[in-house]
Structures are given as structure tokens and as C-alpha cells.
């Protein structure tokens, strides 16, 4: 029989129960449910004596009861509630005779005004459906599913527990609390489970930063094997530890025992829904796996009343329960003796005296509490219709009979009490009651007794105690459910196409800083980024110091030849009159000396800190000492390779070899110099700071230059004129090389030149070599320098150290010679070279002479 016999009352509640598991292959029901079943059940009917024994309650009012078994299987509830409507179907009986020809008395079926139940989301989904149709109001102790707060197709169902999107806002908010950002999903095939799972997403889409790696779902009937694949589906994306599990008892104790076989113990860390809650029957003989999972359950209490009702059942005052025998052999592990059945030899006989939570453990069911406050909520809403429509009446009256459903669907919509557990309970405009959580957290170590422990709430926002909380091994460290790590200071995230929570950490290269967690943006042209380049700095400033090892080197050559100079100058000064001080030519030795100490002097400005008359001077006398020597050098060349060609055509000597002469030709020539005050005038000197000259790949080694605004083209063109003088002054002295040295300063110019060329020619190499160095500045300061110093040395040393050394150590030799004709000289000269060229055929006249014979051995 699918229900009770009639338990009798003035108003009959319907009752829906999973007193049984589902059934195997072709069977509709299986194993009895002590829990979920009898428990709640048995809820129902002490809530049902508690109702009609209360005199302020119902007063003259009894409630009966029909009570039926879904088998924890939606179709055969449905079949089975179709009972609940057969009042309401009116019958075709008039092709109905009896034998006596007279029309049969039909027993009209009793009316159910109410349903109480059911428990699955699924069951209650399709029982739903057709109460609707008949307007039976329904209350559900247990359903969860968000589409049931659907008003529109389910205008008639009400529930007294929070529905899954409450849950699913919880468990997002545990979730976030912990720091995960990427968690798997995993969900019982059925109402329940996927619009549990899908609230998640949808919930978790919209507060963001929380990502779903992959999303599973188990089958009805799983196949052998499908939970390993599960479990093996879940590593692939191993970051993602934490798994958001809405599934059924069964279904959570296959996954733990997968993972268990899988030797993954410790690995996943589960956040289980209320139908995994605070129960044992899901982790017995797992506990290890289950360590650390959190779990959630609607806020509730243990009902005192209750179990003292339940344990004082036995068979002999419980017989309106037809299903309490199975229960109690199934509880005490015993057989009942039945008429025409064979008692199993390996059970014991079953004697009555047994006793609940005596000689079996015993712990209420968690939602007893909620099944009590159903029924309580359908005997406030008829209370408060009776109060209404039949105002001092006793017992019920003729506008409550029939009970209309719509109109008891409103009362029952605006109840407001405190339930059995002291809290209020009420519904929205859905049916919906409010969401109230306990989150529970199953431990292991550092406690007495493994089990629950209640480490926080929520109702509407989420109190969680971080400090209760404990992992595999006693661990207070919360595990990482991540993607990805968080980036270093200095590196930018690259997200992962698709998926927001994963990206790959690229560090800022180069010259570039952290401008925010997602962009590098390269630092302003005079800075550079911090060590953990999340800002900028300033670049240092650095300039040529006098105590680098690029500046001792010029400085000590530059203090050398200025005292050379000097001590030249000073020796020239006291010996004017002397004739070695006026056959080289006073007036022009004093300019070509003065330009030699301006070259020494440049040494001074190039180091020195750069600065607006510095970088003046560097202009003006960088080009100028050297046109002032090379200039001077140029006429004295010129006037000798003068003198002694026309000394070859006649006997008068060449225009302008005077000393006058000599100082206006050397004037004019070093005049074209300043041309550089015109580039005065166009770009006034200034200093600058090159940032890009020191900007290695490493921005530690990078530094701003302080110099002059002189590039080193600017500085070339400066330099130009003096080169070409250098170069014309060459070519005179290769001219001139033929003139016999007893008469001029032919050789000792030539042999300056070419020393100068030479020095000029590895200058130019190893100053543009360099462009692209660090040390540029310094290389190419360095170079110049030593290269001007060096021409200005040769000059000073070949054409004047020796006129000094005969002036000091060889005074006897610096006496007036016989003065002679300019035609004697020209044509001593001239019998000079012919004499030289002859001696030049002679030697090598012998020395053929010498080779013929070895050719004829």
C-alpha cells in the first residue's frame, strides 16, 4: 500500500517522503532511508500532534494526514501523487449499474488540501507541475533548485528552506574568502545538481574574478569506471583544487572513494552543498579525502522535543507507521517474524524490547527541523483563514469546505512565526524562505573527535572564522585554488584568451616599469625604472672628473707641454737678440708658440665641467690654437719653397718674405678661423644633457652626460680648417725636402707634418670607432686631447727643443755668420744640390758595379 490508512482529522495534508533509496533495473524502490526517510517522516507526524494537541493552535481543529513514498525517484512520485488529486477528478459514473440496477455509491476520496514535501528538487519539480493544475498548495522541507522560485510555473510551491542561489551565493562568497579564483565544478545529473551548479556560474560571473576550469557532471546511472574519469578529467587542470560539488550522497562518497584510489588524498579541497551538509554517511570509511572539506547546510537546531518523541518508538506504540518495522530491522540489524516467512539463520530474531539510541546510535536527521516548520506553516496559514472566513466557529465551517487552494496559497504566503528552532519563518513573494547557513568544515587533526566543526554564517553576507579553520595534516595555511600566481613587482600580466583568471607573468624589459598590473610603459627619455621597476628615477648626471684615469693621462701631457712652452718662450725672450732666436724667425716663432700653448691649454676646457663660458672657450680655442700653429707653420714652409724656386728663375728674391710679411700672410690665414663667432651668434653655447650616449640594454648602467652642445660633426667642422692648413703645410713640406737643411727649416717642418699627419690619421678611426661605446665621452675627450697634445709636442720638440738646447748647452754655436747675398745663398744652394745629386749617381754607379760581377759567377 503507497500510503498510510487514513489517519484521521477534520483537514488531510498530503506527505511525500524518499522512505526509500531508488530501486535497481525494473524495480522501483530499494534499501529503506533511516534518515532522510523515516526521520522526517516521523517529523511530520510528531509536528502533526503537537498541532492538534495545542489548544491556541487550530483550536476544535484536527489534521490527518496521507503520507506517501517517492522512492527518491521522480516518475513513480508522480504516479504516486496523482492519489493526492483523485478527489478533485470528477468521474463518469452514470454507465454505472449495480447488479440491482441501481446506480453505485461511489465513497468520494478524502481531500487533500495541502501537500508537505517533497524532498528532491526533482521530485518536488514534477509534482509540482501537476498540483498547480488542481491549486493544492505545496511546501517543500527540502527542495532547493533555483527554477522553483520560478512563480510563474510555480505559483503553488513554497519552500521553508533557502533556495540553491542563496547557496550559490554563499559558496562564492567561501570561495573568495579563501583567495581561489579557479575551481571546478561537479554535479549530480538532475534538477538539483545542474541548477545548483549553474547559479554558481551565473553568481560567480557576475561578482567576477572567479573562474570555472571545467564543469562535470555524473550521469544517472554511471557507468564502471565514470567517477576515475571524473577524477582524471579534474588533474587536467590541477591549479583548479578547489571543486564546488552539488551532488548526492551516493555520488560524493564515489567521488571521494576515486579520488582516494587515485591517490589524490589531500589534493582537491571540496565546498560541498547542503545535501552533503553535516553528514556522515558520505565520508564513512573516507575521512582522509573528505579532510578540509567545507560544506554548507541551511542554519538549523536539534529539535529536544523531537528526539525525545523518536527514541521512546517502538513496534508496539508505532504502528501508524507502516513502514517502521522495516526501519527497526534495519536499525538493529534483526529479523521479524512473519507468518509464512523463513527467518535468516545468519539475523537475529528481532524481540521489541529494543530500544532507539539504547542499543543503536542514534543522531537526528538535519532537516527534521524544517519538516516540522512545513507543517507548521500550513497550520498557521489555516489558522489564520479560519480566524477570517469563519470568525467564532467551532470546529470548521462552511466557507472552509472545501478549503479554497488560491486563498490558502495567500495565508500561507504571509505567515510569520518563530519555528521550532526559534527562528522566523516567513516567505518572500516567491515562496522562498530566507537564506540562513551554517558552514561546517570536516577536521581531522588537532581535535578529540574527528568531525563537523562550525567555523561560520551566513545570511545575506558571510562571517567566516579564517583562525578555525584547518587542511590535510592539521594545516592553518588556506591551499591555493589558483590559475595563476600573482606577478612580481616589475611584471605585467598577459591574460589567457578566454579565461580571466589565468595569465602568464611577462617581466617590464628594457626601460620600462610596471605602470599598473596589466601594461609596461617605458620610462620618460631621462629617467630609468626602479630595481623592481614599478616607478622611474631620475638618470644619474655624469661628467668628466679630474681624477679619472680618461683625464689623468691628458692633464699630466697638457701641464708637460705647457711648461715645455713656457720654458721655450721664457729661453726665446731672454736670447731675442741672439742670431739662432732671429734666424728661426722671431715674430713667427712667438705666434707658432702661442699657438702650441693654446693646444696644451684645450686639454683644460675639454675636462673641465661643462658650462655656458666654458663651452665658449672649447669653440673658440678648440680650432683656434691650431690654425694659429699650423697657419704660422704654413707661411714659414711657404716662404722657403718660395724663396728657392725663384732663387731657380732669377736672382731677385720673391714678394713678401719679410717678417712683416710673414706675420700679415699668418694673420690673414688664421683669420678665417673666426668664422666660429658667427656660429656664436646663430647657436648661442650651452650645456646639454645625452641620455641616449650612456643607454646600455642594462638601465642600471645607464647615465645622463653633461657636455657641451658641440656633436661630433660640429666638432670636425671646427677642427676642419686647421686640417687643411695641416694638410697644404704637408705638401710645402714635401717640396721643400730637396733644400739642404744647412740653410732652412725645411726638414724639421716635413718631419712635423708627418708626424702630425700620422698622429691625426689614427685619431680619426679611433674617435667615429668608438661612437657606439658607453665610454664614449670619455674615449673620444680622451683621444682628442692626447691627439692635439701630441701634434703640438712634435712640433714643439722638432722645431724648437733643439734651438733651445744649442742656445743653452752649445752657446759657442749661436754667433752672427758672415752675411751673405740672397743670389750667394741661392747659388750655394744650388751648387749644394747639384754635388748631392751627383754623389747619389756615384754610390749608385758603384754599387752596380758591385752586383754585375755576382751576375756573371
Same mark, same amino acid.
Given at each position: ?283 564513512? &570509511? ?20 523531537? &528526539? ?28 521479524? *517474524? ?34 516540522? &516548520? ?63 547557513? &551554517? ?94 621597476? *614599478? ?130 700672410? *699668418? ?191
Amino acid at each position: 500500500e503507497p500510503f498510510f490508512r487514513r489517519i484521521p482529522g477534520d483537514i488531510t495534508l498530503g506527505g511525500l517522503f524518499p522512505i526509500h533509496a531508488r530501486g535497481p533495473h525494473g524495480l522501483p524502490c530499494g534499501e529503506i532511508k533511516k534518515e532522510k526517510g523515516i526521520h522526517r517522516m516521523e517529523a511530520m507526524l510528531y509536528a502533526l500532534d503537537q498541532i492538534n494537541s495545542d489548544p491556541e493552535l487550530l483550536p476544535n481543529i484536527t489534521l490527518g494526514a496521507r503520507i506517501l513514498d517517492t522512492c527518491s525517484r521522480d516518475t513513480y512520485a508522480l504516479e504516486q501523487s496523482l492519489t493526492f488529486v483523485q478527489a478533485l477528478i470528477q468521474k463518469d459514473t452514470s454507465d454505472i449499474r449495480c447488479s440491482n440496477g441501481e446506480p453505485p455509491i461511489i465513497r468520494k476520496p478524502e481531500r487533500v488540501i495541502g501537500v508537505i514535501g517533497a524532498s528532491a528538487s526533482s521530485v518536488s519539480i514534477m509534482v509540482a507541475n501537476v498540483l498547480r493544475l488542481f491549486e493544492i498548495p505545496q511546501i517543500s522541507y527540502a527542495s532547493t533548485a533555483p527554477e522553483l522560485s520560478d512563480n510563474n510555473r510555480y505559483d503553488f510551491f513554497s519552500r521553508v528552506v533557502p533556495p540553491d542561489s542563496y547557496q550559490a551565493q554563499a559558496m562564492v562568497d567561501i570561495v573568495k574568502a579563501m583567495g581561489w579564483n579557479y575551481v571546478s565544478t561537479l554535479a549530480s545529473e538532475g534538477s538539483y545538481g545542474e541548477s545548483g551548479v549553474d547559479s554558481f556560474q551565473q553568481i560567480s560571473r557576475e561578482a567576477g574574478g572567479l573562474c570555472i576550469a571545467q564543469s562535470l557532471k555524473i550521469p544517472r546511472e554511471p557507468k564502471p569506471g565514470e567517477f576515475d574519469k571524473i577524477i582524471k578529467r579534474l588533474m587536467e587542470t590541477s591549479n583548479a583544487r578547489g571543486v564546488i560539488i552539488f551532488a548526492n550522497e551516493d555520488d560524493i562518497k564515489r567521488v571521494l572513494e576515486a579520488a582516494k584510489r587515485a591517490n589524490l588524498t589531500g589534493h582537491f579541497l571540496f565546498v560541498g552543498s547542503d545535501s552533503w551538509g553535516a553528514k556522515s554517511s558520505p565520508i564513512l &570509511d573516507q575521512e582522509d579525502v573528505a579532510e578540509g572539506a567545507v560544506t554548507i547546510l541551511p542554519k538549523r537546531a536539534s529539535i529536544e522535543g523531537f &528526539d525525545q518523541y523518536f527514541t521512546s518508538r517502538s513496534l508496539e506504540n508505532n504502528r501508524r507507521n507502516i513502514w517502521f518495522a522495516e526501519f527497526w530491522e534495519d536499525d538493529f540489524r534483526c529479523k521479524l *517474524t512473519r507468518p509464512g516467512i523463513k527467518i535468516d539463520s545468519e539475523k537475529k530474531k528481532c524481540t521489541g524490547e529494543e530500544r532507539i539510541n539504547r542499543d543503536t546510535a542514534y543522531e537526528q536527521e538535519g532537516k527534521v527541523q524544517f519538516v516540522i &516548520d512545513a507543517v507548521y506553516a500550513m497550520a498557521h496559514a489555516l489558522h489564520s483563514m479560519h480566524l477570517d472566513l469563519c470568525p467564532g466557529a467551532m470546529g470548521v465551517c462552511d466557507k472552509m469546505d472545501p478549503v479554497e487552494g488560491r486563498l490558502l496559497l495567500n495565508y500561507i504566503r504571509s505567515v510569520n512565526f518563530n519555528g521550532s528552532a526559534g527562528t522566523g519563518v516567513l516567505f518572500n513573494e516567491n515562496g522562498d524562505a530566507p537564506g540562513r547557513y &551554517d558552514i561546517f568544515q570536516y577536521q581531522m587533526s588537532n581535535t578529540t573527535i574527528p568531525g563537523y566543526r562550525v567555523i561560520g554564517q551566513w545570511t545575506n553576507n558571510l562571517r567566516l572564522n579564517m583562525e578555525e579553520m584547518q587542511w590535510s595534516g592539521g594545516d592553518r595555511q588556506i591551499p591555493d585554488s589558483v590559475c595563476s600566481f600573482p606577478c612580481n613587482p616589475g611584471e605585467r600580466k598577459k591574460m589567457v584568451k578566454g579565461v580571466p583568471c589565468c595569465w602568464h607573468c611577462e617581466l617590464c624589459d628594457g626601460y620600462q616599469y610596471q605602470q599598473d598590473e596589466m601594461t609596461c610603459e617605458t620610462c620618460p627619455f631621462n629617467m630609468r625604472p626602479t630595481p623592481n621597476r *614599478t616607478s622611474c628615477r631620475s638618470t644619474p648626471i655624469i661628467k668628466l672628473e679630474w681624477h679619472s684615469p680618461w683625464a689623468i693621462i691628458p692633464v699630466f701631457l697638457a701641464i708637460l707641454g705647457i711648461l715645455a712652452t713656457s720654458f721655450v718662450v721664457i729661453t726665446f725672450i731672454r736670447f731675442n737678440d741672439t742670431p739662432i732666436v732671429r734666424a728661426s724667425g722671431r715674430e713667427l716663432s712667438y705666434v707658432l708658440l702661442t699657438g702650441i700653448f693654446l693646444i696644451y691649454l684645450i686639454t683644460f676646457l675639454m675636462i673641465a665641467e661643462p658650462g655656458a663660458v666654458v663651452c665658449a672657450f672649447r669653440r673658440l680655442l678648440l680650432g683656434l690654437g691650431m690654425a694659429i700653429t699650423y697657419s704660422a707653420m704654413l707661411t714659414k714652409t711657404n716662404r722657403i719653397y718660395r724663396i728657392f724656386e725663384q732663387g731657380k728663375k732669377s736672382v731677385s728674391p720673391p714678394k713678401f718674405i719679410s717678417p712683416t710679411s710673414q706675420l700679415a700672410i *699668418t694673420f690673414i690665414l688664421m683669420s678665417v678661423q673666426v668664422r666660429v663667432f658667427v656660429w656664436f651668434a646663430v647657436i648661442p653655447p650651452h650645456t646639454i644633457i645625452d641620455y641616449e650616449e650612456q643607454r646600455p640594454p642594462n638601465p642600471e648602467m645607464a647615465r645622463g652626460v653633461l657636455k657641451c652642445d658641440m656633436s661630433d660633426l660640429s666638432l670636425i667642422c671646427c677642427l676642419s680648417y686647421s686640417i687643411v692648413l695641416m694638410v697644404t703645410c704637408t705638401v710645402y713640406a714635401v717640396k721643400s725636402r730637396g733644400v739642404p737643411e744647412t740653410f732652412n727649416e725645411a726638414k724639421p717642418i716635413g718631419f712635423t707634418m708627418y708626424t702630425t699627419c700620422i698622429v691625426w690619421l689614427a685619431f680619426v678611426p679611433i674617435f667615429f670607432g668608438t661612437a657606439q661605446s658607453t665610454e664614449k665621452m670619455f674615449i673620444q675627450t680622451t683621444t682628442l686631447t692626447v691627439s692635439m697634445s701630441l701634434s703640438a709636442s712634435v712640433s714643439l720638440g722638432m722645431l724648437y727643443i733643439p734651438k733651445v738646447y744649442v742656445i743653452i748647452f752649445h752657446p759657442e754655436q749661436n754667433v752672427q755668420k758672415r752675411k751673405r747675398s740672397f743670389k750667394a745663398v741661392v747659388q750655394a744652394a744650388t751648387m749644394s744640390t747639384r754635388l748631392s745629386q751627383k754623389s747619389n749617381d756615384k754610390q749608385n754607379g758603384e754599387t752596380q758595379n758591385k752586383i754585375e760581377p755576382d751576375r756573371t759567377q
